[in-house]
């Protein structure tokens, strides 16, 4: 079963503009990541933020993390059209990984 | 460094055939976990192994099994191939450090196809 929930499903933007998508979760964790994925291929890892920390960046990404609502989201500044790919969100607890159904981001350019 | 392999990358069954896929992950890595992936549901947890030790299992029938060797190389068989099991198996290994944060390197999967 899975774990995290992406919210929006799917994500049409223009270059340029910010992207913002939301994942909520159901237990509790020892840190969330983010991951992406290029059409049909492996994930790749993006981000991970500790379930004692709030927020972090890296590069013109920014995430946050309200582990009191289980919930947390991705920040994609100034996109382009090579963003264009499904991003996952991840728990990491005790067990496994697990991840949501992903956001389908278009950035059209 | 060389990154997860996994083969074969593209594979086609019939109903009732067996198959069985192949990762090999980063060197050093000692953790190998499987993940269905289908359009539907999303990444599916399959299994994890460590150390050539099932460390945990998700929701599957039987017929999914797995299994590593000494050099950390996992493979996962599929028995009784059922349409349901098309999709995009990906493997992901980590260092799976006790109280560090795992993070997967994927593999670009295995696409089953069941006719």
């Known amino acids: 079963s899975q774990q995290g929930e992406e919210d929006p499903q799917a994500l049409s933007i223009q270059e340029g503009e910010n992207a913002t998508m939301n994942c909520s979760y159901k237990?509790?964790?020892?840190?969330l990541q983010w991951y992406r994925q290029n059409s049909g291929r492996g994930l790749v890892h993006l981000i991970l933020?500790?379930?004692?920390?709030r927020e972090k960046h890296s590069g013109r990404l920014r995430v946050t993390l309200d582990t009191s609502k289980k919930s947390s989201s991705l920040l994609i500044t100034a996109s382009r059209a090579a963003d264009t790919a499904s991003y996952f969100c991840?728990?990491?607890?005790?067990?496994?990984?697990?991840f949501g159904a992903g956001t389908r981001l278009t950035v059209k350019p | 460094k060389a990154g997860v392999t996994q083969t074969p990358r593209y594979l086609i069954k019939t109903r009732g055939q067996q198959v069985t896929l192949s990762c090999s992950p980063i060197?050093?890595?000692?953790?190998v976990s499987w993940y269905q992936q289908t359009p539907g549901q999303g990444l599916q947890f399959l299994f994890e192994?460590?150390?050539?030790?099932?460390?945990n299992k998700g929701n599957f029938p039987g017929r999914f099994s797995g299994r590593q060797f000494s050099n950390s190389r996992s493979e996962m068989n599929v028995s009784t191939l059922e349409l349901g099991d098309s999709a995009l198996y990906l493997c992901?290994?980590?260092?799976?450090?006790?109280?560090?944060?795992?993070?997967?390197?994927f593999g670009a999967g295995s696409r089953l196809t069941v006719l």
């Open positions: 933020i500790r379930s004692n920390e």
């Open positions: 991840a728990t990491d607890g005790d067990n496994d990984m697990r």
């Open positions: 060197s050093g890595h000692r953790s």
């Open positions: 237990t509790s964790i020892n840190n």
């Open positions: 192994y460590f150390s050539e030790t099932q460390r």
């Open positions: 992901a290994s980590s260092l799976r450090i006790i109280s560090g944060a795992n993070v997967l390197t």
